[in-house]
């Protein structure tokens, strides 16, 4: 059974630092690509980040180019987004989700909150 | 950035009738798109790919049809655990992008 598990998320100050992690379990990590979406409240679904196998190939939504990065352990099963310079914009609970085209398989989500 | 546009906003069906979903795309995204249930409180969970193709486990009265800009989700005989936002999300291009949502209610 396939399981994503996100924590890192809470309270932190506009222009903090949060580093969310998801641990994967139940297929073959280093096989698939991992994305990030998130979804501010009572919002639609916003996708984030994506990571290729080998961690070589990234990409990110416009808003949040050069301020977060994703980064992925094979050798942990475990995916990463550290996130700075937070904005209150980016208040959201945050998904990790197994795919780069469309995302089969979700977490249950972190929530982040940036306010002072 | 291909702009996902979903109607109706808000869908109101009664137990057992049909439900008509749809989604627009800003160009074509041929049959790269999908469709996502999110029930109260819950994470998303993927209904279809490719447009037409249902995921594991999900029941046959969930079906999708359309390709270029034009998508439809349609639920045959709608379940009270129907009760969603349903979302669509094109994959042809990056960014991915998610329309809207369309809220079913029972």
């Known amino acids: 059974e396939v399981q994503l598990l996100e924590s890192g998320g809470g309270l932190v100050q506009p222009g903090g630092s949060l580093r969310l992690s998801c641990a994967a379990s139940?297929?073959?990590?280093?096989?698939?690509?991992m994305s990030w979406v998130r979804q501010a409240p009572e919002k639609g679904l916003e996708w984030v980040s994506v990571?290729?196998?080998?961690?070589?190939?990234?990409y990110y939504a416009d808003s949040v180019e050069g301020r977060f990065t994703i980064s992925r352990d094979s050798s942990k099963n475990t995916l990463y987004l550290q996130m700075d310079s937070l904005r209150a914009e980016d208040t959201a609970i945050y998904y990790c989700?197994?795919?780069?085209?469309?995302?089969?398989?979700w977490g249950q989500g972190t929530l982040v909150t940036v306010s002072s | 950035e291909i702009v996902m546009t979903q109607s109706p906003a808000t869908l109101s069906v009664s137990p057992g009738e049909r439900a008509t979903l749809s989604c627009r795309a800003s160009?074509?995204?041929?049959?790269?798109l999908a469709w996502y249930q999110q029930q109260p409180g819950q994470a998303p969970r993927l209904l279809m790919y490719?447009?037409?193709s249902r995921a594991a486990g999900v029941p046959a009265r969930f079906s999708g049809s359309g390709s270029g800009t034009e998508f439809t989700l349609t639920i045959s005989s709608l379940q009270s655990e129907d009760l969603a936002v349903y979302y669509c999300?094109?994959?042809?291009?990056?960014?991915?992008?998610f329309g809207q949502g369309t809220k079913v209610e029972i």
């Open positions: 999300q094109q994959y042809s291009y990056w960014p991915r992008t």
């Open positions: 990571i290729g196998t080998s961690g070589g190939t990234t």
């Open positions: 490719g447009a037409s």
């Open positions: 139940g297929f073959t990590f280093s096989s698939y690509a």
């Open positions: 160009q074509s995204v041929s049959s790269n």
């Open positions: 989700t197994k795919g780069m085209t469309f995302f089969d398989f």
